[in-house]
């Protein structure tokens, strides 16, 4: 009996795989069918290649933002392909690139969405020049380089692709390369989007946020954005009498502005879990050591005591995942004084902010009022583009089903679902019922800290790992808008 049991108990578990695995070998399939079975991928390396230096060497630094050059050679490489695209504006030079590649309409499109301004550079910080996309040891050096040309020339490809090699679409891919994103906004995505939204409204959009993140060489894992914080600010304004520095005050606002931001960074705020940050930490501890792997268990216990130690190690050993799972305040301006002399009448603190995209900012400032506690002291938020909350990516959704499948595919790894604590233009989209996704390609953890990151002084980007991500993007798309 025991053994009729456990055949019966085995068969169903077959048949459950069965149940599972034909939907989705039949979806492989079909995706599949409609796609070209080889590519000289040789050749689109090379091509990849030229259009990415080409746009490196474009100075696009904002401000002032000049992305006119680089919008115009988008336009003329897609048209030059037969594709749709136009140029669109607020303000001169300040320009966006729309290109879209019909589908047959049976479901709403896909957007690739990147930026082609980069922040600004102090040249003689720089090795190899900011704007010469010079090829050095199997990297590629510039501004742009991992922010965001390598999501513009990854985007920029699928779509030459798709128009080349005639797949058939289910939904229309479009193409935005925007304007504005490092500080100007209102000239980029938040003019698509208030005057322009029918030309990239949505079901899915794949832009930047996310990432391959690689240790010692080796990919360790994919982050897939489904939400970010949202950037404010927050002012600490102190005021008092002036007087002459040769006789100390009590009402000295420097002090009182001081004991005030001493109050801020010393409070850990409530911590702050959802459907995301628990997936998250969820698949993490699966790749983990053993001793981090109980620090992040920690953190979904139902124990506020095991919590707050978590979060007070992380804070200390991982402050990245600390900002994760709580709102954070980084003071980073202060304002006062004019003379050695003079004690100031008022003192300020500019604080950044980034809460949670459910989080009610009121309650929040009515928080900090409370841990600040002293009345000759303003808190009050500060002038600040604020972005939009939303929060609607599903790691249950066709697309980060295409996008978990890829990485399995090309990378061989975990995808864990994130919330970015940084800000990005997808926000705005999230706003207007846009799903969206962050995607990038692998960059080293090592690099950040030695100088070779995001917005440093050597930003760059490994050539093999550029290539490697077009050919995830590339199936991520197909996967996405072939037709059925």
């Not at 053994?3 to 048949?15: G, H, K, M, Q």
């Not at 149940?19 to 399939?29: E, F, I, R, S, V």
């Not at 009050?380 to 990485?407: C, H, K, L, M, W």
């Not at 969206?436 to 950040?448: L, M, Q, W």
Request: proline share 5%.
């Amino acid at each position: 009996m025991r053994a009729r049991t456990s055949f019966d108990t085995l068969s169903r578990v077959r048949r459950l795989t069965l149940a599972l695995l034909l939907p989705a070998l039949a979806h492989a399939t079909a995706a599949q069918a409609q796609v070209p079975a080889s590519l000289d991928w040789g050749a689109i390396e090379a091509e990849t290649m030229r259009h990415f230096q080409t746009l490196l060497r474009f100075d696009t630094s904002d401000p002032p933002g000049n992305e006119r050059p680089a919008a115009e050679y988008l336009r003329d490489v897609l048209a030059a392909e037969g594709i749709e695209v136009e140029l669109y504006e607020l303000e001169p030079n300040l320009v966006n690139v729309v290109a879209r590649i019909r589908g047959n309409g049976s479901r709403r499109p896909l957007l690739l969405m990147a930026h082609t301004d980069v922040v600004n550079v102090d040249p003689a910080k720089w090795t190899h020049p900011p704007f010469s996309a010079t090829r050095e040891g199997g990297y590629v050096y510039g501004r742009g380089t991992v922010d965001d040309k390598d999501n513009v020339v990854t985007a920029l490809m699928p779509m030459l692709l798709l128009q080349r090699t005639g797949v058939a679409l289910g939904r229309d891919v479009i193409f935005l390369a925007e304007a504005g994103e490092e500080g100007t906004t209102r000239v980029g995505i938040q003019y698509m989007v208030k005057q322009h939204f029918d030309l990239i409204d949505a079901e899915f959009c794949l832009a930047e946020g996310g990432g391959m993140t690689r240790e010692g060489g080796e990919v360790r894992f994919a982050s897939v954005q489904l939400e970010e914080k949202i950037p404010r600010a927050i002012e600490l304004v102190a005021r008092g009498a002036s007087g002459h520095g040769s006789v100390p005050l009590e009402t000295n606002p420097l002090v009182r502005l001081s004991n005030a931001l001493g109050r801020v960074a010393a409070w850990s705020p409530p911590l702050r879990m959802n459907e995301t940050l628990r997936s998250y930490f969820t698949r993490l501890i699966g790749i983990s050591s053993p001793d981090q792997a109980m620090r992040y268990a920690s953190l979904l216990s139902s124990s506020a005591e095991s919590q707050a130690a978590a979060v007070d190690w992380l804070f200390r050993n991982e402050p990245r995942h600390a900002a994760m799972v709580r709102p954070t305040l980084t003071p980073t301006m202060i304002d006062a004084g004019y003379r050695v002399n003079v004690i100031p009448s008022e003192a300020t603190s500019t604080i950044d902010v980034r809460l949670h995209a459910d989080e009610d900012p009121t309650r929040f400032l009515d928080m900090v009022r409370a841990v600040v506690a002293d009345s000759s002291v303003e808190v009050r938020y500060g002038a600040r583009d604020v972005r939009p909350g939303a929060s609607n990516g599903s790691i249950g959704s066709q697309a980060f089903t295409a996008i978990e499948r890829a990485v399995r595919t090309h990378y061989g790894v975990v995808t864990l679902p994130t919330m970015s604590t940084g800000a990005t233009d997808m926000a705005y989209l999230r706003a207007r019922g846009v799903e969206c996704y962050g995607i990038g390609p692998a960059t080293d953890v090592e690099d950040g800290p030695l100088g070779f990151g995001s917005h440093s002084d050597q930003e760059r980007i490994l050539e093999s790992e550029l290539h490697r991500f077009v050919r995830f993007h590339w199936d991520v798309v197909t996967d996405l808008a072939g037709a059925r």
